[in-house]
T-cell receptor, first 112, second 113 residues
Framework: KAGVTQTPRYLIKTRGQQVTLSCSPI?????VSWYQQTPGQGLQFLFE???????NKGNFPGRFSGRQFSNSRSEMNVSTLELGDSALYLC???????????FGSGTRLTVV | QQQVKQSPQSLIVQKGGISIINCAYE??????FPWYQQFPGKGPALLIA?????SEKKEGRFTISFNKSAKQFSLHIMDSQPGDSATYFC????????????FGKGTKLTVNP
């Protein structure tokens, strides 16, 4: 079956712009989480959605937001981009909240 | 208390050797400890996971050892192969709680032929 699909794979944006990243989870998976990966900070949790509700949020500014749709697809949005937002953004899905997560290949965001 | 400390940062082993990566945690609420393998340009892939009610879990050449009293767990890769060269992350979470994965900083493993 198809894995977790993230689009786009690569993105270049200018400081101050906003960006929306998309994640299609594995069919039947209702839990979607987002992580930011950078060389300096490693993998950091952004937020988790389950059945369209945000269940948990990481320690990121309010410029980072997300949502989940009724078909479990999820989007995350970053407004007023800063150079430090350059990172690999990873989406992970799970069938239910207490089972293992499968990650997508990520969206590489570069802010110039 | 939310940190997971992973060592070493990098590891070089010869083909056929044993690779050992260690992790330590503080939060006693953690009850699920997965290991992920990541190749360049790819997302992390679940390798093997353990819960604290067992002290060891083996899947093929990969073994997790878990020491609950010391709050430490480790990944052993037996008969390491060049194809195992990747970055390995340990993680921990409290299932049924916040569900977020807390990751170690990663270990870059290089297996020389």
């Amino acid at each position: 079956k198809a894995g977790v699909t993230q689009t786009p794979r690569y993105l270049i944006k200018t400081r101050g712009q906003q960006v929306t990243l998309s994640c299609s989870p594995i069919s039947g998976h209702r839990s979607v989480s987002w992580y930011q990966q950078t060389p300096g900070q490693g993998l950091q949790f952004l937020f988790e959605y389950f059945s369209e509700t945000q269940r948990n949020k990481g320690n990121f500014p309010g410029r980072f937001s997300g949502r989940q749709f009724s078909n479990s697809r999820s989007e995350m949005n970053v407004s007023t981009l800063e150079l430090g937002d350059s990172a690999l953004y990873l989406c992970a899905s799970s069938q239910r909240r207490s089972s293992g997560y499968t990650f997508g290949s990520g969206t590489r965001l570069t802010v110039v | 208390q939310q940190q997971v400390k992973q060592s070493p940062q990098s590891l070089i082993v010869q083909k056929g050797g044993i690779s050992i990566i260690n992790c330590a945690y503080e939060n006693t609420a953690f009850d699920y400890f997965p290991w992920y393998q990541q190749f360049p340009g790819k997302g992390p892939a679940l390798l093997i996971a353990i819960r604290p009610d067992v002290s060891e879990k083996k899947e093929g050449r990969f073994t997790i050892s878990f020491n609950k009293s010391a709050k430490q767990f480790s990944l052993h890769i037996m008969d390491s192969q060049p194809g195992d060269s990747a970055t390995y992350f340990c993680a921990a979470t409290a299932q049924g709680g916040s569900e977020k994965l807390v990751f170690g900083k990663g270990t870059k493993l290089t297996v020389n032929p």
